[in-house]
């Protein structure tokens, strides 16, 4: 049986935290920023969760379960 393989663009976009939820970054917040609030960027500055729903399907890509 071959080893699993972790998605690549996954592994670079999702982290796990110490209680094992995943950890994901905000999108929008790359380029053109000059017509968003200052409110709205500071905002997508900080990292959230992934959707309880779609932790299943990221951990598979993660090979974790």
Do not use: W, Y
Not at 12 to 17: D, G, H, I, P
Not at 20 to 43: M, N, Y
């Amino acid at each position: 049986m071959p080893k699993m393989k972790t998605n690549s663009s996954a592994k670079k976009r999702f982290k796990l935290t110490g209680s094992g939820k995943v950890k994901r970054k905000h999108a929008f917040k790359s380029h053109i920023l000059t017509k968003k609030s200052k409110k709205r960027k500071r905002a997508l500055t900080h990292s959230g969760l992934v959707h309880k729903s779609d932790e299943a399907n990221i951990k598979r890509l993660l090979t974790l379960k």
